[in-house]
Nanobody
Framework: QVQLVESGGGLVQAGGSLRLSCAAS????????MAWYRQAPGKERELVAA???????YYPDSVKGRFTISRDNAKNTVYLQMNSLKPEDTAVYYC??????????WGQGTQVTVSS
């Protein structure tokens, strides 16, 4: 079992920045990749950033150049630095961990609201 706890969400004005954190605990040795997803009201959950154990990262065009995912292996924590935030970035952001032997896990979500 892996537990994921997000923090760092909140309210920010357009153009501002936020950093989300996701602390993993439990059977973290099985984790091969971690990611951040978001879900806005009435929309499907979408991937916003991913990082695999080798350090490679992926971003969709909608956030590329504005969001940065990073991982501190010693702390079993993954971060999402979000800059130049836009109102359309408003969503609940979820941490995701892919575990080679046990499937995948989700955090409880943290709300990010960007005001115009």
């Amino acid at each position: 079992q892996v537990q994921l706890v997000e923090s760092g969400g909140g309210l920010v004005q357009a153009g501002g920045s936020l950093r989300l954190s996701c602390a993993a605990s439990g059977d973290t040795i099985c984790i091969s990749a971690m990611a951040w997803y978001r879900q806005a009201p009435g929309k499907e959950r979408e991937l916003v950033a991913a990082i695999i154990n080798g350090g490679s990262t992926y971003y969709p065009d909608s956030v590329k150049g504005r969001f940065t995912i990073s991982r501190d292996n010693a702390k079993n924590t993954v971060y999402l630095q979000m800059n130049s935030l836009k109102p359309e970035d408003t969503a609940v952001y979820y941490c995701f961990a892919d575990c080679l032997t046990e499937g995948h896990y989700w955090g409880q979500g943290t709300q990010v609201t960007v005001s115009s």
